[in-house]
């Protein structure tokens, strides 16, 4: 007895609670998710970066010992310079002395980067005054990249996801949760073969240095906005038709940015994830404005309500072919 009321009241307390159980199971699976990526990076990559500092070593060892007239701190303090420079995106190379990095194409390149908030890092001002339009144009920009972006991706959405939907559900006959789905796949696979596939067989024919899955790599990393800026296209030695190029990229990005947009809201009218979404919010409750409107629709509804009965006694009163006296003196006229 005792046993089956704990049991049952264990689970009206998990029901009445159970969006802040979901959350919490969210929050738990996501750092649980955050540490699984930092041990698999770890151990697949770490390997790596110690053979490249143990190569690095003997380069420099093996420098030293042919050139003996240059000391080790002389080395290091060169080295710090180059590598500072390159982080401002100035390459010491002869192959890459053609290449700037702020002239009209690369700045539009660069802008377009920073609107979008991928950020490649590999061109960053040099300058104070740079820097501080920087912040002026990110700051205004960004904003308003995203209503751009909005206005852009509800107005596609309407022609291509809703309107289909609602085609083959009418017309059709077919369930509109199954039309959705199965147009949520077929938007998705086109998306994934017109901005990352095909992109990615063209980056890996123009780019020299580049294979299939770098080129694949490069697409994901810009048009999921995360920027790492270990490959940015454009960059190579004697690059044909370079400001063009850089413009062509101008335009993928943001045109990519704008589909994934565009199947990422698609996906989310899914009523499947829609359903799945509401477990992990708080419930709305009814707010205190919303009570007092009712409140006082009721107290106006009732009196518009006695109002009209009072007018209707009013009416009454004023007729002028309505007997006034009360049915027992009338009878007692008539008996008369």
Same mark, same amino acid.
């Given at each position: 007895m005792l046993q089956s009321l704990a049991g049952s009241s264990c689970v009206r307390l998990v029901e009445q609670h159970r969006s802040a159980w979901c959350f919490a199971l969210l929050v738990l699976g996501y750092l649980l998710y955050l540490?699984?990526? *930092?041990?698999?990076?770890?151990?697949?990559?770490?390997?790596?970066?110690?053979?490249? !500092?143990?190569?690095?070593?003997?380069?420099?060892? !093996?420098f030293l010992e042919e050139h003996a007239c240059l000391s080790e701190q002389q080395l290091e303090q060169f080295l710090m310079r180059v590598?500072? *420079?390159?982080?401002?995106?100035?390459?010491?190379?002869?192959?890459?002395?053609?290449?700037?990095?702020?002239?009209?194409?690369?700045?539009?390149?660069? *802008?377009?980067?920073?609107?979008?908030?991928?950020?490649?890092?590999?061109?960053?001002p040099l300058s104070d005054g740079g820097k501080a339009?920087?912040?002026i144009y990110s700051v205004i920009g960004i904003p308003f990249t995203?209503?751009?972006?909005?206005?852009?991706?509800?107005?596609?959405?309407?022609?291509?996801?809703?309107?289909?939907?609602?085609?083959?559900?009418?017309?059709?006959?077919?369930?509109?949760?199954?039309v959705a789905i199965i147009h949520a796949m077929v938007l998705g696979f086109i998306t994934v073969s017109c901005f990352f596939l095909i992109p990615a067989a063209i980056f890996s024919v123009l780019e020299d240095d580049w294979n299939f899955l770098e080129s694949f790599y490069f697409c994901f990393?810009?048009?999921?906005?995360?920027?790492?800026?270990?490959?940015?296209?454009?960059?190579g030695y004697n690059q044909k038709f370079r400001e063009l190029y850089k413009i062509g990229i101008t335009c993928y990005l943001l045109m990519g940015l704008i589909a994934m947009l565009?199947?990422?809201?698609?996906?989310?009218?899914?009523?499947?994830?829609?359903?799945? !979404?509401?477990?992990?919010?708080?419930?709305?409750?009814?707010?205190?404005?919303?009570?007092h409107i009712m409140e006082h629709d009721q107290l106006s509804f009732s009196s518009i309500s006695?109002?009209?009965?009072?007018?209707?006694?009013?009416?009454?009163?004023?007729?002028?072919?309505?007997?006034?006296?009360?049915?027992?003196?009338?009878d007692s006229s008539l008996n008369n």
């Open positions: 540490v699984f990526g *930092a041990v698999v990076f770890s151990s697949v990559e770490l390997p790596y970066e110690d053979l490249l !500092r143990q190569e690095l070593g003997k380069l420099k060892q !093996r590598l500072e *420079a390159s982080n401002y995106g100035v390459s010491v190379l002869s192959n890459a002395s053609g290449n700037w990095n702020w002239d009209f194409t690369s700045s539009l390149f660069f *802008a377009s980067t920073v609107l979008s908030t991928t950020g490649y890092g590999h061109t960053v339009f920087c912040i995203l209503l751009f972006l909005t206005a852009v991706v509800q107005r596609i959405i309407v022609y291509v996801t809703r309107r289909p939907v609602l085609y083959f559900h009418i017309r059709w006959g077919f369930s509109k949760q199954l990393i810009s048009l999921s906005t995360i920027g790492l800026g270990d490959y940015v296209p454009g960059e565009v199947v990422l809201e698609t996906f989310c009218e899914l009523h499947e994830l829609k359903k799945f !979404r509401k477990l992990f919010y708080v419930k709305k409750d009814k707010e205190e404005d919303q009570v006695d109002q009209a009965a009072s007018m209707k006694d009013d009416q009454k009163s004023n007729e002028p072919f309505v007997n006034s006296q009360s049915p027992t003196s009338n």
